[in-house]
């Protein structure tokens, strides 16, 4: 088995759907990864926030209602008004309001100098020789030329969370992808490869090759099943065309010769113009091969019909028993007219689900080829039981029974022993029976009963 | 009789037209349904041959309609399919009778007169007679003058359709339709084997004949 080519592979189905699933699931975890991300950080950033408006609230109001000098107590660290580089370290430890009040700009009152924002809500870094953790601010204006800048150094979660959502994206699209693009491909070549041989067969098949058979791993996967069901079909289609070559050969001569036939008589009856007896011997005879014809052709639209399978939307509970009888009683005179005998031993009350005029049909078919085949004084049966839970019917005579070479070619179409060429008979009788068993999803077969034969028919199991 | 026939195949038309004429019918003959249906629906005739497959509006429409519209001349139809469900088809758009193409004109004439009997004899009469035969139904019994005879099941039926259909020639498909309810043709001649074996019996032993064979077409009961 050859390599797919790699463009075969990305062009294939599989691979395709591999890549796209993938794609999807990428984009809906970034979605949900940010929302929920998202979502933290914000309810985080609103706690910061909170912090940061009740601290300058309060040190507004303490300016409001006591003077700048009150409001600059508030700051007071160890005694000191004007906090220094080392204060911080403690403040960033216990995530503490980082503040400053200034008058004018740049004279620092109170707080930590280093401390730079712009009014309003804002980022800034500190001016700090060792942190430069970033912080959150809100710069307000107390009085004119008296700015109040709050700040709060950013809650590590929030940090976290960010990288985290970083990471996460990058493992996304770093690990995720190619490796989807890698299975997808894998996947994609052992699918194709399978697929590539049952195109290779369906190819060798269509050459003409019909004996081709689509290889079977055994592991009963999906392949195997299509596989299994292209074997059968191309099975069927064998047969049929086997079936074509002696049908077009049993046509020729079936269907031909009493042609031919009538042909003569018409030719005949042209000569002996005149002669009324010869005329009337002509019309008999060509009468005779047109009846013949006819029969075949019905024969073969009956066939037609039973194997489209449309009469069994008409199938019903049938007494079989009934059928059985009624023929058994039809054909005794007549086995006994041509020196045979007919045996009935038919238990009553055989229920099976089908078509009464095909099963009619089948075993009339039957008793007449007993009728044609046996031998002269031959003694012929038809029994009718129950057998395992499963309805069961024999017709067999006692001789000369059917050469087993022969046993699987009778149910062909137009298939007649050599020697019964030259009898009457379209050759599609038991055809015929083997297309009715088939659709009343019988089982048939021709056994060898010494020293006879008998065609046993065994029905479904009913519920 | 007056017989009306809507065929599109000429030969087929030639050959059924010249048959009923000799056997003394009046016959008009159409070549499609929409120029037989405004015929039929303003003047009377006793029986409708309809061909099946016909130009236009196909048989079994026309029959639909012409049973809709209340007409309730007897029809039978002629097709060249034979498939069951075809025969189903054309019997439940309201046709009486159905022929597969091709047929003897015996057959055709035998079913044509079988349609205008209808109703023959009261089919439900628990008794039926003729000359001195006498069947009852009920009992499944026949007899002949003082002589009960000894007739099979099949027998008994064969002679009850007989007796159904007197002074009417019964053909073999017509048996083997309504007697042993087979829509095929089996090869063999069970029909005839059973029919001599019935004459055996029924008029064999009285030396007068109530069965004849009418040669090529059938079997007919009758006074003698």
Known sequence: ?463 | MKVVIVEDDDETGQFVERGLREAGAMVTRFSDARSALPHLASTDCDVIVFDRMLPGMDGVQAVRLLRGSGVQTPILMLTAMSGIDDRVDGLEAGADDYLVKPFAFSELHARLKSLLRRPPMATDASELRLADLHLDRLRHRAQRGDTVLDLSPLEFRLLEFLMLNPDQVVTRTMLLEKVWGYSFDPKTSIVQTHMSRLRAKVDKPFGQDLITTVRGAGYVIAEP
Request: glycine share 8%; aromatic share 8%.
């Open chain 1, 1 to 463: 088995m050859s390599s797919p080519s790699l463009s075969a592979v990305f062009r294939a189905t599989v691979f395709q759907l591999t890549l796209l699933s993938c794609a999807a699931f990428v984009v809906i975890s970034l979605i949900i990864l940010w929302g929920v991300t998202g979502y933290y950080i914000t309810s985080l950033r609103d706690q910061v926030e909170d912090r940061i408006t009740e601290e300058s609230a309060f040190i507004k109001e303490t300016y409001e209602r006591d003077g700048v000098l009150a409001a600059e107590q508030v700051f007071e660290i160890n005694g000191r008004l004007i906090w220094r580089e080392g204060d911080i370290y403690e403040r960033l430890e216990e995530r503490e309001i980082v503040a400053v009040l200034r008058a004018d700009d740049d004279v620092v009152l109170a707080g930590y100098p280093g401390l730079w924002a712009n009014v309003g809500w804002g980022d800034a870094e500190l001016d700090h020789d060792e942190i430069d953790d970033p912080i959150t601010t809100l710069q307000i204006e107390l009085d004119t030329d008296l700015f109040l800048t709050v700040g709060l150094f950013y809650p590590p979660e929030i940090w976290e969370l960010e990288n985290f959502r970083r990471a996460a994206a990058v493992a996304l699209f770093v690990i995720v992808l190619p490796l989807s693009l890698i299975t997808g491909y894998f996947l994609s070549r052992s699918v194709y490869r399978r697929l590539d041989t049952l195109s290779l067969t369906a190819e060798t098949v269509a050459s003409g090759s019909l004996h081709t058979r689509a290889p079977i791993r055994g592991n009963g996967d999906e392949f195997d099943r299509l596989s299994e069901g292209i074997n059968r079909m191309l099975d069927r289609l064998e047969a049929a065309n086997r079936n074509i070559e002696a049908v077009s050969v049993g046509v020729a001569h079936d269907l031909k010769t009493p042609l031919a036939n009538i042909g003569g008589r018409l030719e005949l009856i042209g000569r002996d113009l005149g002669d009324n007896a010869a005329i009337e011997a002509h019309v008999a005879a060509a009468d005779a091969h047109l009846k013949t014809l006819l029969g075949t052709f019905d024969a073969l639209l009956r066939l037609g019909e039973v194997e489209a399978g449309q009469r069994k939307a008409a199938f019903r509970e049938v007494d079989l028993s009934e059928v059985a009888t009624d023929l058994g009683a039809s054909f005794e005179p007549v086995f006994e007219e041509a020196t045979k005998s007919l045996d009935q031993a038919i238990h009553s009350g055989i229920m099976v689900l089908g078509d009464r005029d095909l099963l009619a049909q089948l075993m009339s078919n039957l008793l007449e080829n007993a009728l044609e085949h046996a031998r002269d004084g031959a003694r012929v049966w038809i029994r009718l039981g129950m057998a395992g839970g499963r309805a069961t019917l024999e017709i067999g005579d006692d001789g000369p029974g059917i050469p087993a070479h022969l046993k699987a070619r009778v149910f062909e179409r137009f298939y007649r022993a050599e020697s019964s060429r030259t009898t009457p008979g379209s050759g599609l009788g038991l055809s015929l029976v083997k297309a009715i068993a088939d659709l009343h999803e019988a089982s048939l077969s021709l056994d060898q009963d010494a020293p006879g034969s008998v065609f046993r028919l065994i029905f479904p199991a009913q519920d």
